[in-house]
């Protein structure tokens, strides 16, 4: 991917600076900007030239104090503009309040992230996820999923799902070419996945392959759903000593699972997945690839994630580009049978056990 970032001159380059160094502060002003309905309101009296101070003060029952302090930096940061005494949003600013995955992302980073990245430094001397401590006292944040307030959990999910969930109608019509009678849904979560294989096909069973606390919450789920009887779980923890997984999948599905481990801890899931194998069955990992992505915004996310698993979610994973996968796939004794691009940010490898002969 090419690299289109102009050469700033020193005065530009010293703004951006600054910019950096105060980026804490238009945060959380953004944050509240949305979460008092300041951008809401002035979006609203677009047609009337967008409201002053005073007005937004007097409809939302903020004082004029609080309601300048934030537009003074949201003006200053590109997020509204003002005319005369009149404020009205820019594009930014739109994008900030309306567009679904900006949303997604910035809860996520304010209700998740935010306390735990003051730690990072630490995080990254010691290899530990040092900034979990904000959330709960777990080794990694999987454990304690669970266990996380509502408003956490709901912007972990729908950090999670927003970048998955609109791949599953592409990736069940591909998977299911094969007719798989036993699916291993690894890394099930909330059973979300499971649930949509077997609304999909009447013939399949699912066994969701996670932790004992999410193995819980997802089983219910499906239960939940009237797939009690053809939904199953095995729990398991990667991280112990010999972790197994049983026998007789057609289909291993792994989503968004495995950049949540580091590559030696890769290669052991991978390992053990393939062990369990036969030569008939196949196991298909889905992730985003930070060296396939058509934009930068993109790939800045990617890597802006990787942070959060280095100080919060294990302290020893990251969002990969696919060259690593590629030679971990490799390593663990498995070989690429199909390579798909899945929507626009996902890829879809599609592996089988060396032993396999691969058709034409």
Same mark, same amino acid.
């Given at each position: 991917?090419?690299?289109?970032?102009?050469?700033?001159?020193?005065?530009?380059?010293?703004?951006?600076?600054?910019?950096?160094? +105060?980026?804490?502060?238009?945060?959380?002003?953004?944050?509240?900007?949305?979460?008092?309905?300041?951008?809401?309101?002035? $979006?609203?009296?677009?047609?009337?030239? !967008?409201?002053?101070?005073?007005?937004?003060?007097?409809?939302?029952? /903020?004082?004029?104090y609080g309601v300048g302090?934030?537009?003074?930096?949201?003006?200053?940061?590109?997020?509204?503009?003002?005319?005369?005494?009149?404020?009205?949003?820019?594009?930014? !600013?739109?994008?900030?309040?309306?567009?679904?995955?900006?949303?997604?992302?910035?809860?996520? %980073?304010?209700?998740?992230?935010?306390? !735990?990245?003051?730690?990072?430094?630490?995080?990254?001397?010691?290899?530990?996820?040092?900034?979990?401590?904000?959330?709960?006292?777990?080794?990694?944040?999987?454990?304690?999923?669970?266990?996380?307030?509502?408003?956490?959990?709901? &912007?972990?999910?729908?950090?999670?799902?927003?970048?998955?969930?609109?791949?599953?109608?592409?990736?069940?019509?591909?998977? +299911?070419?094969?007719?798989?009678?036993?699916?291993?849904?690894?890394?099930?979560?909330?059973?979300?996945?499971?649930?949509?294989?077997?609304? $999909?096909?009447?013939?399949?069973?699912?066994?969701?392959?996670?932790?004992?606390?999410?193995?819980?919450?997802?089983?219910?789920?499906?239960?939940?759903?009237?797939?009690?009887?053809?939904?199953?779980?095995? %729990?398991?923890?990667?991280?112990?000593?010999?972790?197994?997984?049983?026998?007789?999948?057609?289909?291993?599905?792994?989503?968004?699972?495995?950049?949540? +481990?580091?590559?030696?801890? /890769?290669?052991?899931?991978? &390992?053990?997945?393939?062990?369990?194998?036969?030569?008939?069955?196949?196991?298909?990992?889905?992730?985003?690839?930070?060296?396939?992505?058509?934009?930068?915004?993109?790939? +800045?996310?990617?890597?802006?994630?990787?942070?959060?698993?280095?100080?919060?979610?294990?302290g020893n994973s990251k969002?990969?580009?696919?060259?690593?996968?590629?030679?971990?796939?490799?390593?663990?004794?498995?070989?690429?049978?199909?390579?798909?691009?899945?929507?626009?940010?996902?890829?879809?490898?599609?592996?089988?056990?060396k032993t396999a002969t691969?058709?034409?």
């Amino acid at each position: 991917m090419s690299n289109p970032i102009k050469k700033l001159n020193a005065v530009e380059a010293l703004e951006e600076a600054h910019r950096i160094a +105060f980026a804490p502060f238009v945060f959380q002003a953004s944050v509240s900007l949305r979460k008092l309905g300041i951008l809401d309101y002035i $979006f609203d009296q677009r047609e009337n030239g !967008g409201p002053t101070v005073n007005e937004i003060s007097e409809n939302l029952s /903020i004082s004029p104090y609080g309601v300048g302090v934030l537009l003074e930096i949201a003006e200053t940061s590109n997020i509204v503009l003002k005319t005369k005494e009149q404020y009205e949003l820019t594009k930014v !600013g739109y994008f900030l309040n309306y567009n679904t995955t900006t949303g997604v992302n910035l809860n996520f %980073a304010h209700d998740v992230c935010y306390k !735990g990245l003051f730690h990072l430094n630490d995080s990254i001397k010691n290899g530990k996820p040092e900034g979990l401590k904000e959330l709960g006292q777990w080794k990694t944040i999987y454990e304690g999923l669970s266990q996380l307030t509502p408003t956490e959990q709901q &912007s972990w999910f729908d950090f999670d799902h927003h970048y998955s969930d609109d791949i599953f109608a592409d990736a069940l019509e591909r998977i +299911f070419e094969r007719k798989p009678k036993n699916l291993f849904d690894v890394g099930g979560n909330t059973g979300k996945f499971s649930i949509k294989c077997c609304n $999909f096909d009447e013939d399949v069973n699912v066994k969701i392959v996670d932790l004992p606390g999410q193995l819980a919450m997802a089983l219910a789920n499906a239960e939940s759903h009237g797939f009690k009887d053809r939904i199953s779980g095995h %729990a398991i923890d990667w991280l112990s000593e010999n972790p197994q997984i049983p026998s007789g999948a057609d289909l291993i599905w792994m989503c968004q699972f495995l950049d949540c +481990f580091s590559e030696d801890e /890769i290669v052991k899931i991978l &390992s053990t997945c393939s062990e369990s194998m036969d030569d008939k069955a196949q196991l298909i990992i889905v992730e985003t690839f930070t060296d396939r992505q058509a934009f930068r915004a993109s790939q +800045f996310i990617l890597e802006a994630t990787s942070l959060y698993f280095t100080v919060l979610a294990n302290g020893n994973s990251k969002m990969y580009p696919s060259t690593v996968f590629l030679r971990l796939i490799d390593k663990a004794g498995l070989q690429l049978r199909d390579d798909i691009q899945l929507g626009e940010y996902h890829t879809m490898l599609v592996c089988e056990k060396k032993t396999a002969t691969i058709s034409a």
